[in-house]
């Protein structure tokens, strides 16, 4: 299986930060990499596929970056409606593993 | 639009069977793989399995593998999933999720999620 790792679990930023939460992969995948939202009592929504294509709807300030096993989901200037636990998942192979999550959180 | 509507919470024993249905609607049913993911109160997400919606095909996860079962039916555009032998760890909210395949493969949307709750 492949193991997907998220850092940092936690962060607190002010409304107006740059906020930067990486993934990496135990193996290379190319861009299998997509990123999900979770606020508080919803399910996961989509943010990034392909790790860097912007699903419909979603704000231009939400961006993906990287390739085969590094990849980082940057919000370019965090939002009220921002604070949520963001989500990697690796779409290579079965299981579709997902990264632990990042609760982002108000400083 | 497209959308997927999951049946109600449900309270089982231990021991006991659940089964989740996830109905959707706004696309061709037989032409998107279905994905099964559950969430553990203040936990990650899990992958549980994947169904063919068009043959039934079916992949289970190593950790639930031989108590999960999951069908559809394809008359009512509805993916089923059942677990059996419930235990308190089973306790989770179930999301059911369709998978776009492209070069590259994604989740959405994703159903509301199903809590199913384990207590004697």
Known sequence: ?107 | QVQLVQSGAEVKKPGASVKVSCKASGYTFTNYYMHWVRQAPGQGLEWMGIINPYDGTTTYGQKVQGRVTMTRDTSTSTVYMELTSLTSDDTALYYCAREIRRRENWFDPWGQGTLVTVSS
């Open chain 1, 1 to 107: 299986d492949i193991q997907m790792t998220q850092s940092p679990s936690s962060l607190s930023a002010s409304i107006g930060d740059r906020v930067t939460i990486t993934c990496r992969a135990s193996q290379s995948f190319g861009k299998y990499l997509n990123w999900y939202q979770q606020k508080r009592g919803q399910a996961p929504k989509l943010l990034i596929y392909a790790a860097s294509s912007l699903q419909s709807g979603v704000p231009s300030r939400f961006s993906g970056s990287g390739s085969g096993t590094d990849f980082t989901l940057t919000i370019s200037s965090l939002q009220p409606e921002d604070f949520a636990t963001y989500y990697c998942q690796q779409s290579y192979s079965t299981p579709r593993t997902f990264g632990q999550g990042t609760k982002v959180e108000i400083k």
